[in-house]
Every structure is written in C-alpha cells, then in structure tokens.
C-alpha cells in the first residue's frame, strides 16, 4: 500500500554543460544538501547562431561528449564507493527533433550514451527497466521541441516533466505560459501533457527545473517519489511505477 511507501524528493533536471564539469562536485554536494537524491543531466549541446542571429542547438563532437561521460560515470562510481547518496546517470537526448526532448537516465553506472535520430530507435536501444526517457517542455509544437505523442512508450518513458523553468506543458489554455524559450516556442495543443492523456496515453507526472547552473533552484519544479525504501534501485522502480507526483513554487 502506498502508506508504507516513504517519500523521497528530487529534481531531475539540472542541465550540466561540458565546460561546467570542473564545477561536478559542487552541483553534488548542493544537491545532497537540498534534495534526497538527484540524476546528473548532461547537456551534450552548445549554441551557434543562424545567418539571421536565430539561435540554434548543435550537438557537441562525439569525442568530446564520450570523454565527458566517462567523467561522470568515474564521479559517480567514486561517490557511491564513499557516500550514501543516490545519484544517476543521465543525459538530453533530442534526436532530429520530430518526437521532442528526453532526458534519458540510467539504474546502472554501465550504460553508454545513445544519440538516435529519433525515439523509437532511442527507445530500442535503451534496456527495458534499466532507463527512463523523461519527456520535458512537451507543449511546443510538435516537430519543434515538443513532444510526439504518438511514438510514446510508457515502458521506457514512465514519467513526463510537465513544469518546469519554461513554464507549464499541462494544456494550451494554462494560465501559467510557457514562453521563457522563444526560439522554442510557441505552445500548441498537440504537445500538451493534456493532449497525451486524453489519447489514452500512459505517464506519470513530475515537475523539475531545467536548470543550466545549479540542481534544486527555487521557482521552478520538484517531484517526490514514492519508494520501498531509500536506495538506487527502489527508487528506480518507482519511478518506472509512477509512483510519482509534482509540485511547483
């Protein structure tokens, strides 16, 4: 019963960039200071700009982003060695952009970084209650950033982070916007956490930061998990059970 489920609380979205690496082991320690435990989210993309200063996201060298996984999994080995927290593995998964962004994370610290063009190949190459593909921003237009609800698999995508530092996925008639992103805008209703639902799509729901700085920044979203009990694989399972709920400030 849920009753003897504890609760846990995270924020599962806090988007870490090759150059910040340097700065890991400060994201962690605030992360154990203000959350029971935490996924490191790899950002693998950079920003260039268009011939008409549009804004846009390129995906970094595989070398490079290859070099910087294997940072983070050395990190989280040695932390797991000597503390009793939990963390994960992760990284943003956007493919050519036709089924919306996920951040993928790992039970293991024994993955490798999948880059398919799009979901269902990233789906096939992710193993089947091992990893989560969180969809997030779902309500921009579907084909650009948002979420393709057609191609969803609830198996490998369990959860949808419906708010966040953008703002709100849950419908097109929210009164919380979700404009903070031009270049990735605008909200429509094919994309909404809304839409999905009433297709009959299965997910649970979460709220998370989106962060590009820090874990656990105020004014965005957190999510609690209900688990067995405090450890990686509890937790895991409960998130791949829905056992889930979100809460914004």
Not at 46 to 68: A, C, Q, V, W
Not at 105 to 129: A, D, I, Q, R, S
Not at 164 to 181: A, F, K, M
Not at 193 to 210: A, P, R, W, Y
Request: charged share 25%; proline share 4%.
């Amino acid at each position: 019963m849920m009753s003897d489920k504890k609760i846990f609380w995270s924020e599962f979205h806090s988007n870490i960039h090759s150059p910040q690496l340097n700065d890991l082991e400060q994201w962690y320690d605030f992360a154990k200071e203000m959350l029971d435990f935490w996924g490191i989210a790899y950002y693998p993309f950079y920003i260039r700009f268009s011939e008409t200063g549009m804004p846009l996201e390129d995906i970094r060298d595989s070398e490079i982003i290859n070099k910087d996984w294997e940072t983070i999994r050395k990190f989280v080995k040695e932390k797991e060695k000597t503390d009793d927290y939990v963390v994960y593995m992760g990284y943003e998964w956007q493919g050519n952009g036709e089924d919306g962004d996920h951040n993928v994370f790992y039970l293991t610290n024994e993955e490798e970084m999948v880059h398919p063009l799009t979901y269902k190949e990233l789906c096939k190459k992710l193993p089947l209650g091992q990893a989560i593909a969180i969809p997030h921003h779902t309500g921009y237009a579907v084909g650009h950033r948002g979420k393709n609800w057609d191609t969803h698999d609830h198996r490998y995508s369990p959860i949808t982070e419906i708010y966040s530092s953008h703002g709100s996925s849950e419908s097109d008639v929210d009164d919380i916007p979700l404009n903070v992103h031009i270049h990735m805008g605008p909200r429509s209703t094919q994309g909404t956490v809304m839409n999905g639902l009433n297709q009959g799509k299965i997910t649970g729901i979460i709220c998370s930061g989106d962060n590009h700085i820090n874990p656990a920044i105020t004014g965005n979203g957190f999510f609690g998990v209900w688990a067995d009990k405090y450890d990686k694989e509890s937790i895991f399972k409960a998130m791949l059970n829905r056992n889930v709920y979100g809460v914004t400030q």
